[in-house]
């Protein structure tokens, strides 16, 4: 499969379910879905659920099976992405060239459409139609929940909103508010292609892993030197004063770092020959982002 029957068949397919849960009339509160919806549906570059197809389609697992997985992780990242917006946090107005969730509604509705997609997603691996046996159901909880919490993204926003002192504490942050998430993308397309604990190759985790630090940095780099690409607030880091690489290390040894950093995850994977093509066109195509 090439890249843009990739990019196709996740929009049409995360479409679908996302009209089930978010465009036909679901709950008590109307308000509620309407910002739940505008958090999902507002030109995110879906990365996570094309990872999770990527990595499902190189194992062989069905489409169908990996719907739900790219679904639910898509929830739990935009959940993340209206907290992180708001004033508590990041303070940011803006995302992905619109108004951020508490700006279009305000911070009460924004905290609850977090706090609706964030089980969503779980709900949906619990219940939504497809051939996925509860053993894969329960494996995909367990990662995605894993990946979101103590041991993962929140953990890496609490360390990134307390402050980090080196280096180290750095790339530990990195590793966890977005690394995280993006390892999981690719654990639950192995669960999915009915490897039950989701235990990836060490060899397909360093990928992960590689393509989750360079991502982190590149955001951080966009941060100071995108051209309006992004949707999002120019120089909120500097504004928040928070460390990052770039200012840890300088802009050039950033972009080092990003080449390196993919050129390793490629290097890593190379060992699933054509089945991991798709991956690591993927791969290729998110170090060439400018947004
Ligand atoms: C932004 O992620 C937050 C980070 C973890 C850096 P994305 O850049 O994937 O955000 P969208 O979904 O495309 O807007
Ligand atoms: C990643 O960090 C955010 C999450 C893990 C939710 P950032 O705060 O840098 O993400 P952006 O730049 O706001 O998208
Ligand atoms: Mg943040
Ligand atoms: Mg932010
Ligand atoms: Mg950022």
Known sequence: MKLP??????????????????????????????????????????????FVYATGIALDASLENLDIPACAIE?????????????????????????????????????????????LAFEIIASHPATLTCAQRLAMIKVLAEASGYHGMAAGQALDIKGIHNAEELIQMYQLKTGALL??????????????????????????????????????????????LTGKPQGLDAQNNKPTYPTLFG????????HSLFAEGIQAIAFLGEKGKILQALAEHVMQRKK
Do not use: W
Not at 26 to 34: G, Y
Not at 251 to 258: D, L, T, V
């Open 75 to 119: 929830f739990i990242h935009s959940y993340s992405l209206v907290h992180d917006d708001l004033p508590a946090m990041d303070n940011a107005d803006l995302r992905r060239g619109k108004p951020s969730c508490h700006k279009k509604f305000d911070e009460a509705m924004a905290i609850l459409a977090g706090d609706t997609l964030q089980p």
């Open 5 to 50: 029957e990739l990019f196709s068949l996740c929009e049409t397919r995360l479409n679908h379910i996302f009209e089930q849960y978010l465009t036909k009339p679901i709950t008590p509160s109307p308000l509620l879905q309407e910002a739940a919806a505008y958090s999902v549906n507002n030109g995110g570059k879906r990365l996570r659920p094309l």
């Open 183 to 228: 390892n999981a993308s690719l654990q639950l397309g192995v669960i999915a292609a009915n490897n039950i604990e989701g235990k990836i190759s060490p060899s397909i985790r360093k990928f992960a892993d590689c393509i989750g630090l360079a991502f982190q940095i590149q955001d951080d780099l966009l941060d100071i030197e995108s051209q309006d």
């Open 251 to 258: 802009i050039e040894q950033s972009k080092q770092k990003i």
